[in-house]
Structures are given as structure tokens and as C-alpha cells.
């Protein structure tokens, strides 16, 4: 599967990348998606949540009534949770949600997602390009050049650029990120995929 590499105007140029089929053309796996996403999201999860129960609460231990000739169920202390301002009954409490998943069905799971992106022709290739320093107004050029300047666009490049990072980072709905940050959830969160022409290569050596 070959694919024209496009210059920063926005225009395709002569040259043209080979995209591997076992890559970049499988029928895509929605369970292995699902569970890497799943890692992901589950991964980056703080878990500090908590609650407090009757052994922590603060509050009196007077009994509130009687225990007997009320007519009404029996009560104890004021920290029960059925009363308002009373504790939480199996409320969370700080826990670690993160998982781990076999690497072959990871790789799985981005040649699943990068295989949606080129049937649905949201995959472009672009030639490798470096800015002189953080220049947002300019990259946002190059992003309108492409056509993709409006809708939420992940720029894959082929090794960490300080220069075009900084310049993305105040668009919000543009992410910059290299080879080896990939991740599943990284492509379907995505409306368009931009690979640097030397990512290409260097993907095909990560999924292989």
C-alpha cells in the first residue's frame, strides 16, 4: 500500500511511502482496542478517592433514644449512615486501578487503530520539517495547509521536536506526540492522523 508524502503547503510531492499491509491494512480487533484503551484510561486514574466511614467520622457516641417502647426502629449512634451528616456505607477508598496487558496484544490494538484510520482515509503522511522556535501562528498554518487546521488532528513524529511541541501546545484540539508515546487511544481520539515521513519507518520497526 504506497501513499504520496505531502509538503507543508499542503500540496503531495513526488515521493511516496510504503505502508505495510500487516500493519496498516489487518481487520481491525475491537476487543484488543477495547482492553488497551481500557489500560489507558484505567492507568491514568489517580484512585486518591475516599470516604469516610462510622470508624473515622467525627461524632458523638451518645445513644439517641432508647432502645425499646419508641415504636420505631432502633437507633444508635449519630454517625449511623442512614442520618443525615452521618458516614458513607461502602463508600471508595484509595485503590491502584491500573492493569497490565501482553505486549503482542497492544501491538495488536494500534495496528487495529491504524488500520480504521486508513479506511477511513484519515491517514497522512507529511515530509519531516522542524520550526526555528515555538511558533504557534505557523505551525497552525502548515495544520490549515493540510486541511486539518479545524478538526482534531494527532501529529505522530519520528523522535521528540521541543520546537513543534511547544508550538501545538495551545491548540486544543491538536497533539504532538513521538514514535514511542503512540498509543491506541492516542489514534481513535483523533479525527486525522499526520505521520512524519521518518515515523513511518520507525512505527514499522515498534509493530513488527
Known amino acids: 500500500m504506497e501513499l504520496k508524502i505531502k509538503n507543508i503547503s499542503g500540496k503531495e510531492t513526488s515521493k511516496k511511502v510504503t505502508l505495510k499491509k ?70 471508595p477508598h484509595p485503590r491502584d486501578y491500573s492493569f497490565k496487558l501482553n505486549k503482542k496484544l497492544k501491538q495488536l490494538a494500534r495496528k487495529s487503530a ?34 486539518v487546521g479545524d478538526k482534531k488532528t494527532l501529529l505522530v513524529l519520528g523522535e521528540a521536536n521541543k520546537n513543534i511541541y511547544l508550538s501545538a501546545r495551545n491548540l486544543s484540539k491538536t497533539f504532538v506526540v513521538s514514535c514511542l508515546e503512540l498509543s491506541t487511544y492516542d489514534i481513535l481520539n483523533a479525527d486525522n492522523l499526520i505521520l512524519s515521513a521518518s515515523s513511518v519507518a520507525k512505527i514499522d520497526e515498534l509493530l513488527s
Do not use: W
Open 22 to 91: 500487516e500493519i496498516y491494512g489487518i481487520e481491525p480487533n475491537d476487543n484488543a482496542i477495547y482492553l488497551d484503551v481500557k489500560q489507558f484510561m484505567a492507568n491514568n486514574r489517580q484512585g486518591t478517592h475516599s470516604s469516610l466511614e462510622k470508624s473515622t467520622i467525627s461524632g458523638s457516641t451518645r445513644k439517641l433514644k432508647k432502645q425499646k417502647g419508641t415504636g420505631t426502629a432502633r437507633m444508635g449512634s449519630i454517625k449511623s449512615p442512614i442520618l443525615r451528616g452521618g458516614a458513607r456505607a461502602f463508600g
Open 114 to 147: 491504524l488500520s480504521y484510520k486508513v479506511k477511513e482515509g484519515c491517514l497522512h503522511v507529511v515530509e519531516d520539517f522542524d520550526l526555528d522556535g515555538p511558533k504557534t501562528q505557523e505551525f497552525q498554518g502548515i495544520l490549515n495547509n493540510l486541511k
